[in-house]
C-alpha cells in the first residue's frame, strides 16, 4: 500500500524549533518530488516548500524562506522539514505529500496524488 | 500568481449541477489541480491538468479551461461530495492554491 505518515509535530514556544518526519512506504520514493502543505485551523491550504527526486532543487514560499529547510534521504525513504525561528503563525496541520509529473509531450504537469494524514505543530507561549 | 475561486460556498440539493470556478492572475496553460477536502481530512486530488480525472474519482466530477479560467463540474451532487474543494497551480517552483469552495448539501 502506498502510504506517507508524517510525525514530529507538537506544541513549541515562538522563535523554537521543530523537526518534522514523513515516512514513505509502498513505491519508489527516490522517483519523486516531494512537497510540504499546510493547513492553518480554519483556513485554506498552503503550500510550504518542494524538493526534486535527489535533493538538488528546493522551493519554499516566500513566508518560510531562511527559516525552514526540507530535505530527503531516499535510502531511508523519509522526507523531512526543518522548522526554526517558529511564529504563531505557522500554527498549522503539516501535510507531506507525493509529486507526481507526466509528460504530455511538450510540458511537464505536475500533482499531488498521495498525501500523509499530517502531523500538527502548535506555535504558542 | 495568486489564484481566486467562486463562489467562496455553496448549498445545492442531491442531483444538482454544481459548477466552481478558478482564476489565475496570469496565464498558467493547463497547470491546474483540483482537490477535495472533507473536514479533519488530508485533501484528494480529483482533476489534474485541468481536465484529467485522476484514477478511481467518480465520472460525475470533470474539469475545464485553460490559461487563466477553469471550472470544475460535479454533474450530480450525492450526500458525500459535501467538502471543500481547492484548485491549485502546478508551477513546481512556486505552488499556490485557491481559498477553497464550500459545498454543502440542502
Known amino acids: 500500500e502506498v502510504q506517507l505518515v508524517e510525525s514530529g509535530g507538537g506544541l513549541v514556544q515562538p522563535g523554537g524549533s521543530l523537526r518534522l518526519s514523513c515516512a514513505a512506504s509502498?513505491?519508489?520514493?527516490?522517483?519523486?518530488?516531494m512537497t510540504w502543505v499546510r493547513q492553518a485551523p480554519g483556513k485554506g491550504l498552503e503550500w510550504v516548500a518542494n524538493?526534486?527526486?535527489?535533493?538538488?532543487?528546493?522551493y519554499f514560499v516566500d513566508s518560510v524562506k531562511g527559516r525552514f529547510a526540507i530535505s530527503r534521504d531516499n535510502v531511508k525513504k523519509s522526507l523531512y522539514l526543518q522548522m526554526d525561528s517558529l511564529r504563531v503563525e505557522d500554527t498549522a496541520v503539516y501535510y507531506c505529500?507525493?509529486?507526481?509529473?507526466?509528460?504530455?509531450?511538450?510540458?511537464?504537469?505536475?500533482?499531488?496524488?498521495?498525501w500523509g494524514k499530517g502531523t500538527t505543530v502548535t506555535v504558542s507561549s | 500568481i495568486q489564484m481566486t475561486q467562486s463562489p467562496s460556498s455553496l448549498s445545492a440539493s442531491v442531483g444538482d449541477r454544481v459548477t466552481i470556478t478558478c482564476r489565475a492572475s496570469q496565464i498558467i496553460s493547463k497547470d491546474l489541480n483540483w482537490y477535495q477536502q472533507k473536514p479533519g481530512k488530508a485533501p484528494n486530488l480529483l482533476i489534474y491538468?485541468?481536465?484529467k480525472l485522476q484514477s478511481g474519482v467518480p465520472l460525475r466530477f470533470s474539469g475545464s479551461g485553460s490559461g487563466t479560467e477553469f471550472t470544475l463540474i460535479i454533474s450530480s451532487l450525492e450526500p458525500g461530495d459535501s467538502a471543500t474543494y481547492y484548485c491549485?497551480?502546478?508551477?513546481?517552483?512556486?505552488?499556490?492554491f485557491g481559498p477553497g469552495t464550500k459545498v454543502e448539501i440542502k
Open positions: 491538468a485541468a481536465a
Open positions: 505529500a507525493r509529486v507526481f509529473d507526466f509528460w504530455s509531450g511538450d510540458h511537464y504537469y505536475y500533482y499531488m496524488d498521495v
Open positions: 491549485q497551480q502546478n508551477n513546481i517552483t512556486h505552488q499556490t
Open positions: 509502498g513505491f519508489s520514493f527516490r522517483n519523486y518530488w
Open positions: 524538493i526534486k527526486e535527489d535533493g538538488s532543487e528546493k
